[in-house]
């Protein structure tokens, strides 16, 4: 997605270098029909250099891209093959309302501590059914997923009850009475971290869906930012050659419209980024569409 991204945004900007070079050459025209100065001619040029320097700026970046790429597959320096021309008109899958919050099991770190619960003689059964959400995982229940009585942060969590009641079904030993001064030291503290390493994977994936949500809004909206700047840059040109507009005010909006684009591109890459994201904070267990 990164590469596609690139992609594109070098696709952008030598377009709009082409257009800023058309530009140029009618400004040099006005100047020696003495209808602008030197100095537009100055700015325009100046608008020019500065997006060709950008263009190697992004070619260096598409390398180095590239070369990650090769490296994770055990390659050489090459070519990777992609058509980001699709990208502009992808979007990233859909996904569902709800989670499972089973798929956390595919965590490393939630499998980390489930071991380590059983090595401390735990049920890990038991341990599972009381800490795991009730419900599903989704950008906007976050807290009201998880059963209040067992969060690390809530009175009744096991750090702060005296009474220890979450002891009892984990402990598999008939000779305690789940109060939380007769466990011991090492047991408690598997607990503990099995409870605050799921609550911290319920969050990662919380976080990624909020983001994913709040992207799609962000990215909707410099849709509208964009057409309304190509309008913009229409309006400019005619205003120009008509003189009732003068040269600043086209090179600032070619200018913004340059980077609206931009932006544009890059809020797309990070929507798809937000979907790896998810997939990487469920242990690599969700599957669109399912």
């Given amino acids: 997605y990164e590469l596609m991204a690139i992609d594109n945004q070098l696709d952008i900007l030598k377009r709009n ?32 250099l500065k997006n060709r320097s950008r263009l190697y700026e992004y070619e260096q970046e598409k390398v180095q891209t590239e070369n990650r790429i090769n490296f994770l597959v055990g390659r050489y320096p090459q070519h990777v093959k992609r058509n980001s021309s699709v990208f502009k008109n992808s979007t990233p899958n859909a996904i569902q309302s709800g989670l499972p919050s089973e798929l956390l099991q595919n965590r490393p770190d939630i499998r980390q501590a489930e071991l380590e619960l059983a090595a401390a ?28 009585a067992h969060l690390v942060a809530t009175p009744g969590s096991l750090i702060y009850s005296v009474a220890g009641g979450l002891v009892a079904p984990l402990l ?23 409870e605050r390493t ?12 909020a983001k994913i949500d709040n992207l799609q809004k962000s990215y909707d909206l410099r849709v509208q930012q964009v057409e309304t700047l190509l309008r913009s840059v229409d309006i400019s040109n005619v205003l120009f050659q008509s003189a009732r507009a003068d040269y600043m005010e086209v090179l600032l909006t070619r200018r913004d419209s340059l980077e609206a684009e931009m932006e544009l591109v890059e809020t797309k890459k990070q929507r798809f980024q937000a979907m790896v994201n998810v997939y990487q904070a469920l242990g690599g267990g969700w599957r669109s569409g399912s």
């Fill in 17 to 48: 270098i082409e257009i800023q070079q058309s530009a140029l050459e009618i400004v040099k025209l006005q100047k020696q029909a003495g209808r602008v100065t030197e100095l537009a001619v100055q700015r325009f040029e100046a608008e020019v």
């Fill in 121 to 148: 003689k735990l049920d890990v059964s038991a341990a599972k059914a009381a800490f795991y959400p009730s419900l599903t995982i989704d950008a906007e229940l976050g807290y009201r997923s998880f059963n209040a």
């Fill in 172 to 194: 598999n030993r008939q000779a305690i009475t789940a109060q939380y001064r007769s466990a011991n030291a090492g047991q408690l503290q598997a607990v503990v971290n099995f």
């Fill in 198 to 209: 799921l609550l911290q994977a319920f969050t990662d994936v919380v976080n990624q869906l």
